[in-house]
């Protein structure tokens, strides 16, 4: 194996900023574009749970969740300090955890309302902004979610919001929250996020 393997689904969230953070690094690996119905023998055997993003280094260890990925990444090459001192970083994974736990969980069901009948869509996107009104209050303060400059939790957290985003974009694109659609718009314009969007066809295995 000349570099890492990357098994990857181009829309998910989770791949997505691993993705970001290994162009990032400048770390090239081999894109396995996954499809979920058909996942790779190969990837489940590395990684059982049977989820991407998952990298395989040329060692044969695995590092089978983004964060891990994130951090594997950054600390070999962090130009911009992504990852910013002991303190910072302890307020990035807080922020994450709230992303990756109440948010993520609230966004399920916002975009897939019709397996959650027990409330209309309209009462878990409610539950999803909460979120939102606090990263809205942040960037109110700064240009990045923790400071002057874009950080580890910018590049966790803004694949969930582009997500939430687009199940009602004229709804999002109306929403009282200026400072977050512009923070959103501008990582989506980024000449990194089109890089790290290049589509891929589908790994046979």
């Known amino acids: 194996m000349a570099q890492p393997v990357l098994y990857s689904y181009r829309r998910c969230p989770y791949a997505m900023r691993a993705r970001m953070a290994l162009h990032y690094a400048g770390i090239a690996v081999d894109i396995r574009e996954i499809a979920l119905k058909a996942k790779p023998a190969h990837m489940l055997q590395v990684s059982p749970k049977g989820t991407v ?15 891990d990925i994130m951090r594997w990444a950054l600390q070999r090459h962090d130009p911009e300090d992504w990852l910013g001192s002991p303190a910072l970083l302890a307020q990035a994974e807080s922020l994450i ?20 009948p027990e409330q209309p869509p309209e009462a878990y ?23 002057a ?9 803004f694949p969930f919001v582009r997500q939430f985003s687009m199940v ?13 659609q512009a923070w959103l ?20 295995g």
């Open 168 to 180: 009602d974009q004229s709804w999002f694109e109306a929403a009282p929250y200026p400072r977050l």
């Open 53 to 67: 993003p998952v990298l395989v280094l040329p060692d044969g260890s695995v590092i089978d969740e983004s964060l």
């Open 125 to 147: 996107r409610a539950q999803g902004e909460a979120f939102l009104q606090q990263l809205e209050s942040r960037l109110q303060q700064r240009p990045y979610l923790l400071g």
């Open 185 to 204: 718009q501008a990582w989506l314009a980024s000449a990194r996020f089109a890089a790290v969007m290049q589509k891929y066809p589908v790994y046979a």
């Open 97 to 116: 955890a709230e992303n990756d736990g109440p948010f993520k969980r609230a966004l399920d069901r916002y975009k897939y309302a019709i397996r959650f």
């Open 149 to 157: 400059h874009a950080g580890l939790a910018d590049v966790a957290i």
